[in-house]
């Protein structure tokens, strides 16, 4: 190598050393591509934190369904009360109220009755009223008579649609087995 081209590029390799940082430009362009991924990570982690919350009242509507269900088989009645049914079931947690109405601006405890008979045909119907902002849930357990002419117990479990989430209130009341209007029902 020419000893001119070794100092040139000697010369050159000690002004990179020299100046030695990132330019204000490089700086920016990291910056927005940081904030370009942030607002598009972040919307989608702060929705499933909610459905995570809302697993939580799922699982309690399953619970106390399937609760309902039993107790009719050894009572054939169905319990006016979480505790009747000893299913493990809080009344009220941080997120939802479990109720027999589908609550009211300042409800924030769950009283744990079941709205037993209410319009269906010997049934009871609880809610999961929302506390913070979260899709309400609705569960119903009733008897229906099968084709053989026997007696079953059938529950279904219904969450707000998106669309009419609201802080405090469950959209609408289980009136027929099925979920209402502004509900849909979880398979």
Known sequence: ??????FNLLQHLRRKQAEGGFTL????????????LAAIALPSFLNQA????????????GALNRGQQAYYLEAVDFAPNISNLDV????????????????????DTGDGVFNVA?????GAIIYAVPKNE???????TYVTTTGAGKQATVSNLCREKASVA??????NVITSANCGADLEPIK
């Not at 909610?50 to 509507?61: D, G, L, V």
């Not at 109220?97 to 609550?103: E, I, R």
Request: a negative charge.
């Open 50 to 61: 909610n459905r995570a919350r809302e697993t939580e009242a799922s699982q309690a509507i």
């Open 88 to 107: 493990g079931v809080e009344q009220d947690t941080d997120n939802f109220a479990y109720t027999n109405g589908v609550g009211t601006a300042g409800v």
């Open 166 to 171: 609201n802080d405090l209130v469950v959209a």
């Open 134 to 140: 979260l899709r309400g849930f609705a569960g119903v």
């Open 1 to 6: 190598m020419k000893t001119s081209l070794k």
């Open 118 to 122: 209410a319009s269906i045909n010997d």
């Open 25 to 36: 430009i490089e700086l920016l362009v990291v910056i927005i591509i940081i904030g370009i």
